[in-house]
């Protein structure tokens, strides 16, 4: 049986791919428990950053209407499982990114916005459909949609279920960037190396100050800031002392 989850880890950098390509990456609730299972396998301490993406054509069609019709996929415990395993990626330790390629709706929308940064190809497609399958999203879309474009913007998309290429996604900040579509691999690639070559201790911490003073006011996030962050690392010094030029001998 073919696997609906890959996954890789390589120089620091977790890459986990959606594949059911013939469904477009459709989301039912075997998928979401193979992703649990590979992130409990996981060494978090091994990761700098993590890549989410779909293989074939598509990132993310949403979730498989056809198994969505099933009294499994919709009872209590299963959307709570699912709600649960979106707000794991959204939490994980360090950067995660989405690599949308493609279709990118509504489920599929709503496991784009738990990551951190959202690349997009050009030719990409974003919508939220619920409205049109008398659904409302269990996800996380009403909170974490809103917070990322503004609430306007999120009622737009909501409310009308239009279809945003990746270039308007990026224009209302949807996407952090959007590439030419036979660009978004190395585009994606060399944002990794960058992240990875940094200190994984710092974008750590500094994805969970941003956690811990999200809706504080400005005061307040100072504040925290000022007397909770972690500072100073090991590696500050030496990664200093890299950074300076060396004296020439003579």
């Not at 890789?8 to 950098?13: A, L, N, R, T, Y």
């Not at 690349?119 to 409302?136: G, Y």
Request: charged share 25%; aromatic share 6%; hydrophobic share 45%.
């Amino acid at each position: 049986m073919t696997e609906t989850v890959t996954c890789s880890v390589e120089g620091g950098i977790f890459r986990l791919t959606l594949n059911r390509p013939d469904k477009l990456n459709a989301l039912n609730l075997a998928m979401f428990e193979e992703i649990a299972r590979v992130l409990d396998r996981l060494d978090l301490t091994a990761v700098a950053c993590m890549v989410l993406a779909g293989a074939g054509r598509s990132f993310c069609a949403g979730h498989d209407l056809d198994d969505l019709a099933s009294d499994e996929e919709t009872s209590a415990a299963a959307e709570r499982f699912e709600n649960g395993l979106v707000e794991r990626l959204a939490t994980l330790p360090f950067p995660l990114i989405a690599k949308v390629r493609g279709h990118c709706y509504t489920g599929g929308l709503e496991l784009a916005l738990a990551a951190d940064i959202i690349v997009a190809a050009e030719t990409s497609k974003f919508a939220d459909t619920h409205s049109k399958f008398d659904l409302v999203p269990i996800w996380g879309l009403s909170q974490r949609l809103p917070r990322r474009i503004g609430m306007s913007r999120a009622k737009e998309m909501m409310f009308s279920g239009r279809t945003y290429t990746g270039v308007a996604a990026a224009a209302m900040g949807l996407a952090n960037a959007t590439v030419p579509d036979d660009e978004l691999d190395a585009y994606v690639d060399a944002l990794c190396a960058d992240i990875a070559g940094n200190s994984m201790r710092s974008n750590r911490e500094i994805k969970k100050l941003l956690a811990d003073t999200d809706g504080l006011t400005v005061a307040a996030g100072n504040a925290w800031e000022l007397h909770r962050s972690a500072g100073h690392g090991p590696e500050f010094k030496a990664m200093i002392a890299a950074r300076r030029p060396r004296k020439s001998a003579g």
